[in-house]
């Protein structure tokens, strides 16, 4: 069973930063392409960016590019969320997701190729 442990959420004003770690265990972590979404009240799930196995690939959504970056740590099994310049608007529960499909790019991830979440961890920015 694939397991996927996010942290790093918080509250921070307009304009600050915080940095997304999630772990995970379970399976060959380099093998698969990573990703995290956000979903905020009364909104849907949103893809807000995703790294492909290698993290040779990489996908943003428009509303955070250049200011949010993701990385791996393959030695770690771990993926990040860097996120600069945050706005009210980027207040959500932040969600880890590992795809179902092995070698594949970050464009190819989508919400409906997600095999395994995270529980998520709560972004809360000030105004």
């Known amino acids: 069973q694939v397991q996927l442990a996010e942290s790093g959420g918080g509250l921070v004003q307009t304009g600050g930063s915080l940095r997304l770690s999630c772990v995970a265990s379970g399976r060959t972590f380099s093998m698969y392409a990573m990703g995290w979404f956000r979903q905020a009240p009364g909104k849907e799930r949103e893809t807000v960016a995703t790294i492909g196995w290698s993290g040779g690939t990489k996908y943003y959504a428009d509303s955070i590019t250049g200011r949010f970056t993701i990385s791996r740590d393959n030695a770690k099994n771990t993926v990040y969320l860097q996120m600069n310049s945050l706005k009210p608007e980027d207040t959500a529960v932040y969600y880890c997701?590992?795809?179902?499909?092995?070698?594949?790019?970050?464009?190819?991830?989508?919400?409906?190729?997600?095999?395994?979440w995270g529980r998520g961890t709560q972004v809360t920015v000030s105004s």
């Open positions: 997701a590992a795809d179902r499909n092995a070698y594949t790019i970050a464009q190819a991830m989508r919400l409906t190729t997600v095999a395994y």
